[in-house]
């Protein structure tokens, strides 16, 4: 992780990370406490980040749109170097390895007497959404139907 830029790398502010990366500056600082970001460089009473925190911002940000926890994003960013770190941010490295922690998914049966309607993502990979399902699942089946259109699937 990046400590001591060279002089004359890029510096910003955390307002100007945040601006540039498109996340909040609450979103950074929070990046920062998990571990998912290196401290910024203090000088004075100012902080500054640099290119490196960008870097890892644009490929939070890709392994977000891939729906990692951010537990999974952690590792990744870990294992790779800063070269890799790069080609994931600039969509040019697409794969990602699954930790071997995630819980195989199980197969939920609703009630009979719930209404609901399913979305074929893929062939072999379906979507099933009932009628009362809760805000977060529909936006989430909404990201995940809106994903396999772009990538011409069935959906």
Do not use: C
């Not at 980040?49 to 977000?64: M, N, S, T, V």
């Not at 049966?109 to 399902?133: C, E, K, N």
């Amino acid at each position: 992780m990046e400590r001591n830029p060279p002089p004359d790398a890029a510096r910003y502010s955390l307002e100007a990370l945040a601006d540039k990366a498109a996340v909040s500056a609450r979103t950074v600082r929070y990046y920062v406490q998990r571990g998912l970001l290196p401290p910024p460089v203090f000088r004075g009473r100012e902080t500054t980040y640099g290119e490196e925190h960008l870097l890892r911002l644009r490929a939070i940000q890709r392994l977000k749109d891939r729906f990692l926890p951010l537990d999974a994003i952690a590792a990744e960013l870990d294992r790779r170097s800063l070269r890799e770190l790069e080609a994931l941010a600039d969509g040019r490295d697409t794969q990602v390895e699954p930790p071997q922690a995630w819980p195989a998914p199980r197969p939920v049966v609703a009630p009979i007497s719930q209404t609901q309607t399913r979305y074929q993502l893929a062939p072999g990979l379906d979507l099933t959404l009932t009628d009362d399902a809760p805000g977060a699942s529909r936006a989430l089946a909404e990201r995940l139907l809106l994903e396999a259109r772009r990538s011409g699937n069935n959906a």
